[in-house]
């Protein structure tokens, strides 16, 4: 099972950020059985490649644990680290980070089959664009731009961390 680039779908929360000069990604992996939002949102933000990023946010004063990521998968708590919650679906999660120009986004969709069943977990990014001061336009910004590469990396890598992360509690629980 591999990450890969796909559309947003439909009905993602995310494509209100899609427009006017922002920016919107939007990446997919599937894994066996049936795999609750929840389950998938504190595996993201539990993954061993996410806590390098909450140690990171620590120090700009955004600490974060494993029991609020829990919190916030359970809908007991609207905010995570740097994050508040911006909408919250039945199998949609979008945050907001606290200077309003980023999002991230997640998505479940249970596919039956035959003889089995999958979950598709999609998990996206959103920049707000920004007024140019010297052109007018609106536009993501030289930063975000100088960054892009290694976003898209490093979102592909997040998902197939937080993928093995599900695999991995899934084949303890049958074990």
Known sequence: MTVRTCDLPADAFLRRYARDGGY?????????????????????????????????????????????????????????????????????????????????????????????????LYFGSGITAAKNSDTGRLSIGPVFKALMGFHKLYSRALLAATRRKIASSASKMTA
């Open 24 to 120: 919107t990604d939007c990446y997919m992996t599937e894994v066996p059985g049936h795999i609750p939002l929840s389950l998938f949102v504190e595996a993201f933000y539990t993954s061993w490649l996410f806590k390098v990023e909450r140690v990171v946010l620590s120090l700009t004063g955004h600490y974060s644990t494993d029991t609020n990521a829990a919190e916030l998968a359970r809908c007991t708590s609207s905010c995570f680290a740097a994050w508040r919650v911006e909408d919250r679906g039945e199998n949609q999660l979008l945050m907001s980070d606290v200077t309003g120009r980023t999002r991230s986004w997640f998505k479940i969709a249970t596919i039956s089959g035959d003889k089995s069943m999958q979950t598709l």
